[in-house]
Nanobody
Framework: QVQLVESGGGLVQPGGSLSLSCRVSRDKYTVDTMGWYRQAPGKQRELVASITGSNGNVVDSVKGRFTISGDTAGNTVYLRLSNLKPEDTAVYYC?????????????WGQGTQVTVSS
């Protein structure tokens, strides 16, 4: 059974930093891509960063502040959040796209809350 478990969220002051991690139990699947999404209250879920192999990218709105790292060939990917702003407050979700033969699946973690407030 495939499971994604996020950790590392919490309360941080503006300008502070946090590191999130996502550990995947892949079962028999191969991980193709993993991503971090976030959903603020009253807003749609949005992509923040993604990684394929060890090649990661972040969206323009967080470039220079967020960094994704890890390797989808391993079990864990990370999202480093720096210079946090109140508007970064959201539930952060890990996502994984996997395949086994010709079977493709997508899974989500349970989410971890990040709150940026003084």
């Amino acid at each position: 059974q495939v499971q994604l478990v996020e950790s590392g969220g919490g309360l941080v002051q503006p300008g502070g930093s946090l590191s999130l991690s996502c550990r995947v139990s892949r079962d028999k699947y191969t991980v193709d891509t993993m991503g971090w999404y976030r959903q603020a209250p009253g807003k749609q879920r949005e992509l923040v960063a993604s990684i394929t192999g060890s090649n990661g990218n972040v969206v323009d709105s967080v470039k220079g502040r967020f960094t994704i790292s890890g390797d989808t060939a391993g079990n864990t990917v990370y999202l480093r959040l720096s210079n946090l702003k109140p508007e970064d407050t959201a539930v952060y979700y890990c996502n994984a796209a996997l395949h086994w033969g010709k079977i493709y699946r997508e899974y989500w973690g349970q989410g971890t809350q990040v709150t940026v407030s003084s």
